[in-house]
């Protein structure tokens, strides 16, 4: 594959709506600054791609699911906090923690790691391909800081948006899930 076009389908996948988006756009919204929302994003995109990458070759597929369970219920809790109008926890430290959380779970990683990363890549390969994940996610995240700036004088509605966005990629985890138990 051509770097040109990985890294244009690393950009969309990264800027594509999602939690970790979500929660980048109602942190901005509630805060003149934001830096540390950025940092706490690249901090959770960077420990899961080392976890993917690393693990990549042992990992059974009952794990991946695993996972998915746990993205669910996180997801939910932030979700219905933000719906509720309240803050994801009320301090910036705790809007970091959750971001970062929510990130290190997030569905995009494993995706970027798993299925866009050639599974030959050897460890000088993987470490370029650790810093392209943060260096895109961290021109995204900026993307999205930006655009809960621009809805500061909005935040209730940046909140609820928000929280349904994370509820709907709640949902969109455990669907696939369901049918798996129903078969």
Known sequence: MQNGVFLLEA????????????????????????TKLLAAQACGYGIAAAFWFLSRP?????AIQILKLV??????VLALRLMASTSIDGSERRDSLSLLAITALN???????????????GPRELGIFWMTLVGIT???????VLL??????????ADKVAGAALLGFALLLLRPLLAAAAL
């Open 11 to 34: 950009f969309l996948l990264f800027v594509a709506p999602g939690p970790t988006n979500a929660l980048l756009m109602a942190g901005a919204v509630k805060r003149k600054e934001a």
């Open 58 to 62: 042992l990992m059974p597929p009952d």
């Open 71 to 76: 993205a669910v219920a996180w997801l939910s």
């Open 107 to 121: 569905p995009k990683a494993f995706i970027y790691c798993l299925a866009m990363v050639p599974t030959d890549a």
């Open 138 to 144: 961290a021109v995204t995240g900026s993307l999205w």
């Open 148 to 157: 809960g700036r621009q809805l500061r004088q909005r935040q209730r509605i």
